[in-house]
């Protein structure tokens, strides 16, 4: 079975960059059977789909998000990560990642709760 956990500060500052890191176990992130996700859901919101990397290290993003956003992975560590520049409170929300086959994220990690103040 895949795990998948998530890490990372729970407070971020407006303006900073929010840094998030899945480790994976498992399952190899490198494996040409799968991709890897990112999804948030702020309070009050519904899940929102922020981006991918596929096995290969090519990535996707949500266009409301894609100026902001960057998806990277560390093979040799089965992580993959995820920064969200010049945050504000309303990227306050619970970050997950998941494994992605067939354009369905099946696998989830048990999220992580990101909180933008000052």
């Known amino acids: 079975q895949v795990q998948l956990q998530e890490s990372g500060p729970g407070l971020v500052k407006p303006s900073q960059t929010l840094s998030l890191t899945c480790t994976v176990s498992?399952?190899?992130?490198?494996?040409?059977?799968?991709?890897w996700s990112w999804i948030r859901q702020a309070p009050g919101k519904g899940l929102e789909w922020m981006g991918v990397?596929?096995?290969?290290?090519?990535?996707y993003y949500s266009p409301s998000l894609k100026s902001r956003t960057s998806i990277s992975r560390d093979t040799s560590k089965n992580q993959f990560s995820l920064q969200l520049s010049s945050v504000t409170p309303e990227d306050t929300a619970v970050y997950y990642c998941?494994?992605?086959?067939?354009?369905?994220?099946?696998?989830w990690g048990q999220g992580t709760q990101v909180t933008v103040s000052s």
């Open positions: 990397i596929a096995y290969d290290g090519s990535t």
């Open positions: 498992g399952g190899s992130i490198t494996s040409s059977d799968y991709a």
């Open positions: 998941a494994r992605r086959q067939s354009s369905v994220e099946g696998y």
